[in-house]
């Protein structure tokens, strides 16, 4: 399985996507007969999964987050659960609100905000890069 991790998005390992589609391909040829189905889904949505290099590289640690509200979402759930029955829907709705302000205040700012205004206007990015439009 270290293998697909090289390939897929968040691994760190594949520098370019050239690298990650090698990666990819040699996976589904070497799992594909044992995981059949598995490596069937991972194929269908290979272009999802390998867009990870099509953002800029400062990003790259937010996207290898694969539960970025986790932690919040377990501060939650362990308050409501030592609270259970204690409380009216009206209450537990307003103290979960309370506790997700409260963790708000403890997240880590996200690397490369200056680079969001080019992605929302199309700017294009190759392996964490962003490229050069050609003067029309």
């Given at each position: 399985?270290?293998?697909?991790?090289?390939?897929?998005?968040?691994?760190?390992?594949a520098e370019t996507k050239a690298e990650a589609n090698a990666a990819f391909d040699f996976f589904v040829e070497t799992h594909g007969v044992?995981?059949?189905?598995?490596?069937?889904?991972?194929?269908?949505?290979?272009?999802?999964?390998?867009?990870?290099?099509?953002?800029?590289?400062?990003?790259?640690?937010?996207?290898?987050?694969?539960?970025?509200?986790?932690?919040?979402?377990?501060?939650?759930?362990?308050?409501?659960?030592?609270?259970?029955?204690?409380?009216?829907?009206?209450?537990?709705?307003?103290?979960?609100?309370?506790?997700?302000?409260?963790?708000?205040?403890?997240?880590?700012?996200?690397?490369?905000?200056?680079?969001?205004?080019?992605?929302?206007?199309?700017?294009?990015?190759?392996?964490?890069?962003?490229?050069?439009?050609?003067?029309?």
């Open positions: 399985m270290t293998l697909l991790r090289n390939a897929l998005p968040g691994s760190g390992q044992k995981y059949d189905e598995a490596v069937a889904r991972l194929v269908k949505d290979r272009d999802a999964l390998l867009t990870f290099h099509d953002y800029p590289a400062e990003h790259w640690t937010h996207i290898r987050t694969s539960n970025p509200i986790g932690s919040m979402v377990a501060t939650v759930r362990h308050r409501t659960k030592r609270t259970k029955g204690c409380l009216s829907r009206k209450t537990g709705l307003a103290m979960a609100f309370k506790l997700m302000m409260s963790a708000q205040k403890k997240w880590r700012k996200r690397d490369g905000q200056n680079r969001l205004p080019e992605i929302i206007q199309g700017i294009e990015f190759r392996d964490g890069i962003r490229q050069l439009q050609a003067a029309a």
